[in-house]
């Protein structure tokens, strides 16, 4: 090689810093998109993303590139950061090029129409509206999965590994099959023990610019960087990572509850604390980013749950609500945490409780599942949906829009991704559970406000990492031992204790 | 061809759309970075734009793209939609692939280096510190215009043309001729004629909120649509538009005085306001934008001075200012107006009222001329801009702060940009001038606050036209006359005459 000629990492990692870029421009469109784009915008934002996809997707599966990611694994030294750059560069990529180009168009457009007609579908509580565009994005789902798959007997495979690489249906099944069992019988156990959490003495009038004043300083309490960082309004809460130095994060609210927006913003700050703790040096590399939807998850939910829903988390907090909500000085901790920890079977997902969450998962998994090795049609799904309602949770859907359609994923064919829900839990379980091993009373530290030792923590056994390891490995790793459902299960065993008086 | 077979024309757009909406992606990222950013994200945001700009360079000067404009440009009739694309395409891509790589680069480096250099000299007031980055990029910047010049002797008309296509010097010279010897004596009327305008009755306390409510107000009066648009706190004003459906315009205020805020709210909305009039038709194609930096100029400074600062506007506004400061109810017309056209001798162009903006212009007009001439060599930029100051507005500065290191744009290699500034003076008042012929008494209606006739006038005579056709085309098809300074200077007089009762 002669000294100006670019060796094969360099070029693998120039070539893959421009098709990150154009994914990271694609974010902040997005993110713009959803806080201030004006409305009459969104046609021509919508071609504007069509064009950088069709960009980043031409440069992703070019012979250039593929040759470069080959030429620089060749290079790379085992177990280095340049040989898990290749790896994943050749993950995605190889998945991405199996897909023919006719049949990723005809999905992308089918993808977007299924989410159009989702909304009119929910909105009428119609699922025979939506039947047809659901068909047709999971068949060419399905047929992008076994395009994908390198067992084609197995295409729901290589869409859980598209959100949670390297997992398969094998490893989580009996982990759901564990936690399905547990938790109904502590769901059970909580409606036979009589017990109703009073909620009445935190309902109120929250002014949503107070409400604001105390999300933004539990977010900067628990570590979240506003020099590196924003907190929006949008109809959804979200965050968005365009590097360590710029993530966004959003949040809503309600009137009469503060419970929403300030939970909402804690677990969108533990996304954008994993986010603010990503890698620089491989930012723009296949190793920047996170390493999986499930480890994101575990981020998001250990902030909003296993702090912010603590009795030390809130001898800090507390104190910061009445000085925002005078009138709230009589709420103490005896009477706010059991609403904090309540358990409640109820039919909508995104508002279940910790402890049903998971079984609202497990029923989605069963289903994709059931789809995937034909034992289900579609339109055999609202009956098989609520029948399962009613078998796990005990109650059942009186409609489709509070059943089948009330989920976004599956109309723009993320199929596979229902799971990493449930991961995240565990994780955040086990994590959660072996930093306190580590560093000990963490309790006495949260109630003066001291997250940074658990942040610190979270930064070197997780963080750092970026997608270098996967994330089971970055689990076991700071556990000492492999993913299971154990520290999760006793933990929520422990709260249904505390709350219902019940053991189970 | 076959059926499917993509048409010349087609290609040649869809290729266009691209590099289009590279630009555009990257217009959004630069709003973003001026309005709402966290301070941390900038390196990964100036990466981020770095790439688009070179993906969009490559596909620019490709050969691919330019054989589709050669095949659609023979396909094109005559004087139609087509041909001026393909005219507009072949003139920037033409530009852009005449400039060498090697000098493309480091021009964009001198450019970045020279903004960096020239924002700590201006703070130190120190010429010295500048000078040789200021000669770095003016050497660069001349070699690209040699390379880019159709003749070669003239290099600086290049550059002109990259602002305000098909203009040239000799067209230039003679309309700053007339303006600088009939502008300067208007200066001189007004300094001999004793009257001083009193500003007191306007200074005040006017908070932030309130100003923002007022000049909303104004904005939507005029006709902005907030639907397609927006209007966000900068560091700078400004107006960036995606699409005729979403146009950003930025304000800043000050508390004492509430004409800088609105003044600078009315110019962007004008820029604004052509945006949204943009042809929808032929976004993403060459021709979708404005036809000139000038003619832009010319619609801000429409709205803002010819519109805004006319008595007949004040008896539609004057009312929501009183209803927003209500301890400014005894501010009436006749205090109000004169001092929105004083006219006052001063050192900084931005800060200059409407009768002295033109010489600023003219002074750096014949500092690049000279420039480029090699009459003048870049140490001695200091003295003759102090000594043309002195000449023409009877003001020296004291320092170069307030002198030669005012402007960015010459850091950045930014040549040949100022004149579009005056071009865009004398461009509004021709078109102002017949749009008063052809729509009789506009007074009236904007008294009572109706603008729709005059902005439906500048839709049908100016936006919709994009840059089909030439700025200077569409000046003088809709007022009959070639491009002057006659009408903007029958204004300047008229004003001056009704402010200090001096004739000129």
Same mark, same amino acid.
């Given at each position: 090689? %002669?000294?100006?000629?670019?060796?094969?990492?360099?070029?693998?990692?120039?070539?893959?810093?421009?098709?990150?870029?154009?994914?990271?421009?694609?974010?902040?469109?997005?993110?713009?998109?959803?806080?201030?784009?004006?409305?009459?915008?969104?046609?021509?934002?919508?071609?504007?993303?069509?064009?950088?996809?069709?960009?980043?997707?031409?440069?992703?599966? %070019?012979?250039?590139?593929?040759?470069?990611?080959?030429?620089?694994?060749?290079?790379?030294?085992?177990? %280095?950061?340049?040989?898990?750059?290749?790896?994943?560069?050749?993950?995605?990529?190889?998945?991405?090029?199996?897909?023919?180009?006719?049949?990723?168009?005809?999905?992308?457009?089918?993808?977007?129409?299924?989410?159009?007609?989702?909304?009119?579908?929910?909105?009428?509580?119609?699922?025979?509206?939506?039947?047809?565009?659901?068909?047709?994005?999971?068949?060419?789902?399905?047929?992008?999965?076994?395009?994908?798959?390198?067992?084609?007997?197995?295409?729901?495979?290589?869409?859980?590994?598209?959100?949670?690489?390297?997992?398969?249906?094998?490893?989580?099944?009996?982990?759901?099959?564990?936690?399905?069992?547990?938790?109904?019988?502590?769901?059970?156990?909580?409606?036979?023990? $009589?017990?109703?959490?009073?909620?009445?003495?935190?309902?109120?009038?929250?002014?949503?610019?107070?409400?604001?004043?105390?999300?933004?300083?539990?977010?900067?309490?628990?570590?979240?960087?506003?020099?590196?960082?924003?907190?929006?309004?949008?109809?959804?809460?979200?965050?968005?990572?365009?590097?360590?130095?710029?993530?966004?994060?959003?949040?809503?609210?309600?009137?009469?509850?503060?419970?929403?927006?300030?939970?909402?913003?804690?677990?969108?700050?533990?996304?954008?604390?994993?986010?603010?703790?990503?890698?620089?040096?491989?930012?723009?590399?296949? /190793?920047?980013?996170?390493?999986?939807? $499930?480890?994101?998850?575990?981020? %998001?939910?250990?902030?909003?749950?296993?702090?912010?829903?603590?009795?030390?988390?809130?001898?800090?907090?507390?104190?910061?609500?009445?000085?925002?909500?005078?009138?709230?000085?009589?709420?103490? /901790?005896?009477?706010?945490?059991?609403?904090?920890?309540?358990?409640?079977?109820?039919?909508?997902?995104?508002?279940?409780?910790?402890?049903?969450?998971?079984?609202? /998962?497990?029923?989605?998994?069963?289903?994709?599942?059931?789809?995937?090795?034909?034992?289900?049609?579609?339109?055999?799904?609202?009956?098989?949906?609520?029948?399962?309602?009613?078998?796990?949770?005990? /109650?059942?859907?009186?409609?489709?829009?509070?059943?089948?359609?009330?989920?976004?994923?599956?109309?723009?064919?993320?199929?596979?991704?229902?799971?990493?829900?449930?991961?995240?839990?565990?994780?955040?379980?086990?994590?959660?559970?072996?930093?306190?091993?580590?560093?000990?009373?963490?309790?006495?530290?949260?109630?003066?406000?001291?997250?940074?030792?658990?942040?610190?923590?979270?930064?070197?056994?997780?963080?750092?990492?970026?997608?270098?390891?996967?994330?089971?490995?970055?689990?076991?790793?700071?556990?000492?031992?492999?993913?299971?459902?154990?520290?999760?299960?006793?933990?929520?065993?422990?709260?249904?204790?505390?709350?219902?008086?019940?053991?189970?």
């Amino acid at each position: 090689l %002669s000294p100006t000629a670019e060796r094969p990492a360099e070029r693998f990692l120039r070539l893959w810093s421009e098709v990150a870029d154009l994914g990271k421009a694609a974010e902040v469109l997005g993110w713009d998109q959803e806080t201030y784009m004006p409305p009459k915008g969104q046609a021509a934002r919508a071609r504007l993303l069509g064009t950088l996809a069709a960009l980043r997707h031409e440069r992703m599966v %070019s012979a250039k590139l593929r040759d470069a990611i080959e030429a620089a694994a060749q290079a790379a030294e085992p177990a %280095s950061a340049l040989a898990a750059q290749a790896r994943e560069a050749r993950r995605i990529v190889t998945k991405l090029a199996s897909v023919p180009t006719r049949l990723a168009r005809e999905l992308a457009e089918a993808r977007s129409n299924g989410q159009a007609v989702w909304q009119e579908a929910r909105r009428e509580a119609d699922f025979a509206r939506f039947r047809p565009a659901l068909e047709r994005v999971f068949e060419l789902t399905r047929e992008a999965a076994q395009h994908m798959a390198l067992d084609a007997s197995n295409p729901y495979d290589a869409l859980l590994d598209d959100y949670e690489p390297g997992t398969t249906t094998a490893e989580l099944a009996p982990l759901f099959e564990r936690l399905r069992a547990s938790l109904a019988a502590m769901v059970q156990a909580v409606v036979g023990s $009589g017990v109703v959490v009073d909620e009445r003495p935190v309902r109120g009038h929250y002014p949503p610019e107070r409400q604001l004043a105390f999300c933004r300083a539990a977010a900067e309490g628990i570590g979240f960087d506003f020099e590196a960082g924003r907190l929006d309004r949008a109809v959804h809460p979200f965050c968005s990572g365009f590097d360590p130095g710029d993530v966004r994060i959003t949040w809503r609210w309600m009137e009469e509850d503060f419970r929403s927006g300030l939970f909402g913003v804690l677990h969108e700050a533990g996304h954008g604390l994993y986010e603010q703790g990503l890698p620089r040096e491989w930012q723009r590399t296949p /190793i920047g980013d996170a390493a999986s939807m $499930g480890l994101h998850e575990s981020q %998001s939910r250990l902030w909003e749950n296993q702090v912010g829903r603590s009795r030390a988390f809130w001898r800090w907090a507390l104190p910061l609500l009445h000085e925002q909500f005078p009138d709230k000085r009589a709420l103490g /901790i005896d009477e706010l945490w059991p609403t904090l920890n309540a358990v409640q079977p109820s039919l909508i997902r995104v508002e279940a409780d910790e402890g049903t969450y998971d079984l609202h /998962i497990a029923i989605r998994f069963d289903l994709e599942r059931a789809l995937f090795a034909d034992e289900l049609a579609i339109d055999e799904l609202p009956g098989a949906w609520n029948d399962a309602y009613e078998e796990l949770l005990g /109650i059942r859907p009186a409609n489709d829009a509070e059943g089948v359609l009330q989920d976004l994923h599956w109309s723009a064919g993320a199929f596979g991704y229902f799971p990493t829900y449930t991961l995240g839990n565990m994780m955040k379980a086990q994590l959660y559970t072996a930093a306190r091993r580590d560093l000990g009373d963490l309790d006495s530290a949260f109630a003066r406000g001291e997250f940074a030792p658990l942040l610190e923590w979270l930064r070197d056994r997780v963080h750092r990492h970026g997608a270098r390891f996967r994330a089971k490995e970055l689990v076991e790793r700071a556990s000492g031992r492999p993913l299971s459902a154990d520290d999760h299960l006793a933990a929520r065993a422990a709260t249904v204790e505390a709350v219902y008086g019940v053991t189970v």
